[in-house]
């Protein structure tokens, strides 16, 4: 407001309004940002901004600013500038995966999944999503999931090395636990529970000839001698040096043998 406007105002109205326009003023003050350093989180995968945002210049840096302090480890600031471009444009669904980033800073992943589903719902296959998504369910202890949400990631882009690693570590962990709740529940003659437990231990690792010698025992027991015999096979496909399941192989078609003759 120009000066000489105050001058026709009593006084009160003039410090009035010179508040008005120092409190405008004020509003508009951006916080610096801070100044370059390491990121303080490199695992968190920056999320990408889609073209079709380009026409929202305001939401886009207000995303960029917001990364910038969440990296810095200023997270005050950094739920502004991400709230800031969700209320500059609601569809801008990059900034919904920033804050859950922020809630895995903030070592809150039960509040960090929310912002990751709601972001896949605009794009399932955005990257940067499932890949926070991952580790806020491995933080959950839902490795499945996790295991599911990584695989995801890798299948859009197969040049992800770490979350490569994280998918072999995960099924190896599920190879484990699977293999050994297979052989539990054979011991204690649950063979149909044991023989899905090696089916589910096949899945993650099908070039293991073991698992498949070890799942054909439990369907010899269980009388399907043909799923035996195939399982067997396979056994030996995978590793021909593998003389258990080659001797089981030729019992099982001895007795085959045998029973036509009779």
Partial sequence: MPTFWLSRFPRHLGVLALAVVTGACAAKTITSLPPASAPKYPEFMRPLVPQAFANLPAAVT????????????????????????????PQFYPAEV???????????????????????????????????????????????????????????????????????????????????????????????????????????????????RELAVVERRQGNTDAALADFRKALALDPTDAASLVQVGDLLDRRLGVVGE
């Avoid at 302090?69 to 200023?74: P, T």
């Avoid at 399932?124 to 599911?148: H, I, K, S, W, Y």
């Avoid at 899905?196 to 498949?212: G, K, Q, T």
Wanted: proline fraction near 4%; avoid cysteine; charged fraction near 25%.
């Fill in 62 to 89: 207000s995303q960029d600013r917001g990364w910038q302090f969440l990296q810095a480890g200023d997270f005050r600031n950094a739920e502004r500038e991400f709230r800031l471009a969700l209320n500059t444009a």
């Fill in 98 to 212: 920033s804050l859950g980033y922020l809630e895995l800073a903030r070592k809150e992943p039960a509040s960090a999944l929310p912002h990751f589903e709601k972001a896949l719902l605009s794009d399932g296959r955005d990257v940067p999503a499932l890949v926070g998504g991952g580790l806020a369910l491995l933080a959950l202890n839902r490795e499945t999931d996790a295991l599911f949400a990584f695989e995801s990631a890798v299948a859009v882009d197969p040049t992800l090395a770490d979350v490569r690693r994280r998918v072999e570590v995960l099924r190896f962990r599920g190879l484990g636990q699977d293999l050994a709740a297979a052989r539990q529940a054979a011991a204690s003659g649950k063979l149909d529970e044991a023989a899905r437990a090696f089916a589910n231990a096949i899945a993650s690792s099908p070039d293991s000839p073991f698992l498949y």
